[in-house]
Structures are given as C-alpha cells and as structure tokens.
C-alpha cells in the first residue's frame, strides 16, 4: 500500500513527472492523429481504386485482345459462379487527345477505354463518378440538353463546395451556341474561286457530276460520345473553383494506333457528353472512355470473316467477403497463364499500395521516436530521484522494506507515468481528430495559406479513420517505454544497502 501513497505523493507535487506525463502525451496523440489521417487517405484511395478496376481483372498479354468475351465470361461462371456478382468486356488503347481552346492545339496523353454502357456499371461504381443525373442513371454516351451538375454531389458539406458555373451551360445548348459561332466566322472568310476543269468533249471516258455528300450539322447531330476524366481539361485554382476548357457539348479528336499488322495510326472526332471524376488524379488525368462497339470498330478489333469481336480485358466484381486471392488462383489454374493475366485490383496497383504502407510504417517509427524521447527523460529524471532520495531510500529499507518492495515503487511510478500520459494522449488524439477539418479551417485563417488544399487532394475535407487496434497499441507502447525507463533506476535503487544510504545524514 506504501508504493501506490508514495507514487501517488509524487504524482502531485512533482513538477518534473508534469514534463514526463506531457512527452508522453504529446507523442500519443501524434501518432493517433498520423495514424487517423493516413488510414483515412488510404481507404479513400483504395475504395476508388476498387471502384474503376473492380475485383477480378482477366487481361490478355497481346495487344490484340482476346477474342469472342462471351465464351471467356462463361468460362469464368463454369469456374466461380457462385462468386460471381457481375462481369463486363473492356478494350483499351494507348492514344493522344487533341482540342482546340482559343486559337491553340492542346495534345494530351490518354489511355481510351472502351466500355460496355449495359454493364460497366455493375462492376463499378463508374456511374457514380458522372456529372448528369441520367448518365448516374443510365449511361447511353448521349449529349444531354441541359442539367449537368453545377455543385459537387460528391461533397458532402455543399458549404465548403465552390460552384462550378460555366456547367450551367454545358449540353446541347452549349453545342449550338458554339456551331452558330462557328458557322459565322465561315461566313465572314474569303472564298477562293476554284478553277473548273475543262470539258474534253473527244474523251470517251465523261466526268461524272459530283455527288452532294451529306454534310453534319454541329447544332444537331454529335459525333461518337466519350466521357473525358475530369481533370483533362479543367484546373482547379487555390480557392477551390474549377476553371474548364472544354465543357459536354465539344468535339476532340483522338490519335491511336490501329490493332492491324503491321498497326497503323489513326484519328478520330468524338463529342464531349460527360465528365468523369473518381477524385484519384492518376485516372482523372488519362482515362477517356467511348463505346465498346464503337472503340472495336474504330480500332479494328472486329474479324472481318467471322465477325467475332475482340476485347483486352474482362473486369469481375465478386460477392461481398469474398476471397480474391482465392478466386484469383482458381482462374489462374483454369485459364492459360501464357496467354492471360488474372490479377486482382491490389495486384495490378501493388507498387502504389505498397509505397503507402512504407511511408505509414516510416512516419510511426519516426514518431515513436518523440515517446522513445520521453522514456529517455523519465530514465533521466528517475535517476536524479534516486539520488535526491537516498536517505528516504535508506529509512525505507530500515524500517523493514524489501528490496523488490523499493524496486516496485519505481517501476509503479512508470507506470502511472506512462498509463496517465498515454490515457491524456488519446483523449486529446481523439478530439483532434474530431474536429481536425475546424483545426484545420482555423488555421488556414490565421496564416492566410490553405492547410488542405483542394487544388492539391481534389477532396474538400481531411479523411480520417480511427482504427481501435492502432490507438490500443500505440498507448501500450507508450506505457511499455516508460515503465521500461524506469527499470535501471529502480534496480539502482533496490541495491541500495541502508548503511550506505544514512551514512552522511
């Protein structure tokens, strides 16, 4: 009972143990809050991960694609049926994106996707990720008149959310406005006169009157849809507000090679009728999506005999809980490794995933390293204790303490060290990451620089996901390293001989 009144003595009157109990405290909560953050960051990514590669993904190692899908899907219900939530048949091309914004050529780097509108979305959530209601809908790759979102519907505080404006124009409306445009600058260009070839009248061979060949009509018709990754031809400013240049209702063009031997290169126009937006740059920066039929016949990826149809990929989403890995090895078995990939979403973003970790385990070895600090100070004030009180240790000893009775005080006062820093640690952990988006906000006020800034994470709040495995080890080990700490003083301590001790008193 002496050891918890005398642990219990110091605890209060120490101003020295207040210094301990705050290291400790301090690097508890960063590393819940380090913790939180990174969790949070990393679910949001995978889940989005998930939602554009969906489980399963069977790739043919050619170029060519593999042909005839529908016999592939039904391999794969033959194999993992019961597994099986839904399939679909992609094809995707290496390609250069081209547009014309105020009198200049922009060229991007693309990767063009050709989906299944009936069932991309059962494997997705692709849908999702739309700015028209009918597209989240129905997908159909059809320019809308109007109602195109003006307002973020992912953002879940539509406070925090700065309005999209020149959406408001974007469609039909948008299209027409721009052919009419078009139609008068043609009209107010110079026409050159053309030179009519002279009639031999003595030729056997007459020249044909020339054909009228239909001509298309900007203000009502559009090219082959596509859905362009937002972040294609947008920019987000520091304030949060995205500026476009292209908006639903633009023609682009895009430059691939055919699947032909040897391949040719090729271009094609295609109409704007959507914006993607996964919020994951790597993906809003080069996925363009168009119509499988059409990206096959654009590509030549159709036999001309046969008539069979050709695809790169076939995406799987599985039942909730179940095993990838599992399913994956069984296709593996069944399916020709020389010819096919089957990997799941984590396999083929492996390196990504496998970056995130590293730096998590890093930032928590680094920021141990603050409560490693702290024990190196408890190990230093502990020794200082013994010292400043030997006689007390001495008269202890003398009225029949026991050496492991000695000892035990020291290594009880750790652990009240340890357990009350670590306790104050996670509630002040916790707290801050409640409210880290108001701390957050503040801050930015007070300096004048955004802390999180949406130009950069293209997320309008700070994700955080308190696991209770992390915050449980993170205390223990807070307590471990102080109790720890005080060990070598209390054994100096326990072999402290009471003679020795009141010799000079």
């Known amino acids: 009972m002496y050891k918890l009144l005398l642990c219990w003595r110091y605890l209060r009157t120490r101003y020295i143990a207040l210094a301990s109990i705050v290291s400790v405290t301090l690097g508890v909560a960063t590393m819940i809050v380090v913790n939180s953050v990174m969790d949070g960051f990393a679910h949001e990514m995978q889940g989005r991960m998930n939602d554009v590669l969906s489980d399963i993904i069977i790739t043919s190692r050619s170029m060519e694609g593999m042909g005839n899908p529908e016999w592939h899907m039904k391999e794969i219900r033959k194999v993992v049926g019961d597994q099986v939530v839904g399939m679909t048949p992609t094809a995707q091309m290496p390609a250069a994106l081209g547009y014309h914004f105020r009198g200049q050529y922009f060229t991007r780097q693309v990767t063009v996707i050709g989906i299944d509108p009936e069932s991309y979305s059962s494997v997705s959530k692709f849908g999702y990720y739309l700015q028209h209601p009918e597209h989240r ?22 406070r925090k959310v700065q309005p999209r404006e020149q959406m408001a124009n974007a469609g039909w409306g948008h299209r027409r406005a721009n052919a009419e445009f078009e139609k008068r600058i043609a009209l107010q260009a110079p026409i050159e006169p053309q030179e009519e070839p002279e009639a031999d009248n003595n030729s056997p061979f007459q020249t044909a009157s020339p054909v009228q060949e239909e001509t298309f009509d900007p203000a009502t018709e559009q090219f082959t849809g596509t859905i362009l990754g937002i972040s294609l031809c947008s920019h987000r400013t520091v304030d949060g507000s995205d500026v476009f240049q292209l908006l639903p209702g633009d023609d682009v063009e895009i430059h691939f090679p055919t699947s032909g031997r040897p391949p040719e290169f090729r271009s094609s126009k295609l109409t704007i009728t959507d914006f993607y937006e996964s919020k994951m740059a790597q993906y809003d920066m080069q996925y363009v999506f168009i119509p499988l039929h059409e990206f096959q016949q654009m590509r030549g990826m159709v036999d001309p005999q046969s008539g069979i149809r050709y695809v790169n990929a076939i995406q799987i989403k599985l039942v909730e809980g179940a095993d990838l890995n599992a399913v994956r090895d069984k296709l593996r078995e069944h399916f020709q490794l020389h010819l096919y990939d089957v990997s799941t979403w984590r396999d083929m973003e492996g390196p990504l995933l496998a970056a995130v970790q590293t730096e998590t385990l890093v930032l928590n070895v680094l920021l141990f390293l603050i409560i490693a600090v702290a024990g190196f100070g408890i190990l230093a004030i502990f020794f200082m204790i013994v010292v400043e009180k030997t006689r007390d240790i001495g008269i202890l000893k003398s009225l029949g303490a026991s050496s492991e009775g000695v000892m035990g005080i020291f290594l009880t006062y750790g652990f009240s060290l340890g357990i009350v820093g670590a306790g104050l640690g996670i509630i002040g952990g916790l707290l801050f990451v409640k409210y880290i988006n108001e701390i957050a906000d503040l801050l930015g006020r007070v300096t004048g620089t955004p ?42 301590a326990a072999r402290m001989h009471p003679v020795q001790a009141l010799r000079f008193e």
């Open 451 to 492: 802390v999180f800034d949406p130009a950069v994470y293209y997320l309008y709040k700070i994700p955080t996901i308190v696991e209770p495995f992390t915050v449980g080890w993170i205390a223990l080990g807070a307590m471990l390293i102080a109790v720890l700490a005080s060990v070598m003083p209390a054994i100096r």
């Open 137 to 158: 809908e129905k997908l159909d790759f059809q320019l809308k008149e109007k109602g195109y979102d003006v307002m973020d519907h992912q953002a879940e505080d539509m």
